[in-house]
């Protein structure tokens, strides 16, 4: 596992690492990512969505592929640690996660980025993905 050698930068990385390994968790790049919840349906860079599956058994993190938003995948990837840091820290504040990204976008180092970014999938949906892996789907 890659390091930092900074304790706090390595503590969150080793936790994004965990949440990503885990079933529960679902990365994918949303063409036209809009937020679900504002009537305006103004595009966003990314989105953590733990309503997909009622039970809370698995989440979504939705990440705006198109280049206007992110002008290449270290910037996806950079999204990518915002979401994961809501995960870890649920209770926390946007103001406070926002923080914790712009720090570790300093202090990850580019092998750590590397392999977050190996967890960014190479295609796009048009669609908003609502299946939930492993559901028997009932006809
Ligand atoms: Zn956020």
């Known amino acids: 596992m890659p390091r930092s050698g900074d304790e706090l930068t390595d503590w969150f990385f080793r936790q994004f690492l965990a949440v990503l390994r885990t079933e529960r968790v ?5 063409k036209r990512l809009v937020n679900p919840d504002d009537p305006h349906r103004r595009v966003i860079r990314g989105l953590m969505d733990p309503d997909v599956d009622p039970s809370g058994r698995w989440v979504q993190i939705l990440i705006n592929p198109s280049r206007t938003t992110h002008r290449d995948r270290d910037e996806e990837m950079e999204t990518l640690v915002h979401e994961l ?16 990204e712009t720090i570790l976008a300093r202090t990850l180092t580019r092998a750590q980025r590397d392999c977050l970014k190996a967890f960014l999938p190479r295609h796009q949906v048009k669609h908003y993905p609502v299946s939930i892996p492993g559901a028997v789907a009932t006809a």
């Open 26 to 30: 679902r990365v994918v790049r949303k």
């Open 85 to 100: 840091a809501h995960i870890i820290l649920p209770k926390s504040a946007e103001r406070s996660i926002l923080t914790i």
